[in-house]
């Protein structure tokens, strides 16, 4: 083939209006001619193309979900509110490894005694396991994408409940199967209500200071309640049966509605932390 396509004709194919025995001649000379090629590729409009190259680019290089994000969206929560909850430290693997290797010596130590100090020493720690996994849930110097959620357009207060939910959800979840190791009927749950009592607390802290210290703060309130308690020989796992249980019901309820029902609070956690 002699002749090569002119500037019309490669237009003309380029944008469609070349049809019929024009446009079979075209493609039959471009499968041999690489200066032709290349004339048609300068005609071609490009918008269409670099807007599908960016679609699979964006498809490819975005990141996979996790199973955390998986488990969610099967559960009914949006891919994007997925993303956010999955990036909190505490619903990663190491943390959770970790709540459940504390959470195992203690339902061990429980089940291994046979007096009242195997129970005691459980529902000590019990309750902090919420707390704890509470604490990194959102927070400056604990997570990695902490700027990049401060400069999005999503409200903090939604993305710090949901996440305080999220975690408090797996938490109790595991603190409630290891609850099930400790041969001590219904005392073996003692821990829960004031667990959510002190995430609570938090939740409200955090109108003053940042979310890891207000349930650093909580938990060294606990350590001292328990410290003192000992030291007036108080037996705690009469406490946390008889006299605590009323009052962090109680402490929750104050909480949960100081957090979702005053509107300044919600304006406060907007503006969080």
Known sequence: MTWHITPELARGYADGSAAGAPSSSVEAHLLACDACRGLVASEAPTGRLDSVWAEIQEQVDAPRPTWVERLLT??????????????????????????????????????????????????????????IAVAGAYGRR???????????????????????????????????????????????????????????????????????????????????AVTAMASRNEVVVVALAERTQLVSLSVAVACLAVVVLSPARRAAFRRFP
């Open 74 to 131: 099967r559960l009914g929560v949006s891919p994007a509110d997925a993303r956010l909850l999955a990036a909190a430290p505490s619903l990663q693997v190491s943390w959770l490894l970790g709540l459940m290797a504390v959470l195992s010596f203690a339902a061990a130590g429980a089940a291994a005694s046979s007096d009242e100090r195997g129970l005691r020493g459980f529902l000590l720690v019990a309750p902090l396991v919420p707390v």
């Open 142 to 224: 604990i997570e990695p994408t902490y700027e990049v959620t401060q400069s999005t357009p999503y409200p903090t207060y939604r993305l710090l409940l949901l996440r305080v939910v999220a975690v408090l959800s797996v938490s109790v979840a595991l603190t409630a199967v290891f609850s099930l190791f400790v041969d001590a009927g219904w005392m073996a749950m003692a821990w829960l209500l004031p667990s959510l009592a002190m995430v609570g607390v938090v939740l409200v802290l955090t109108r003053h200071m940042e979310l890891p210290v207000a349930a650093g703060s909580v938990v060294a309130g606990y350590a001292l």
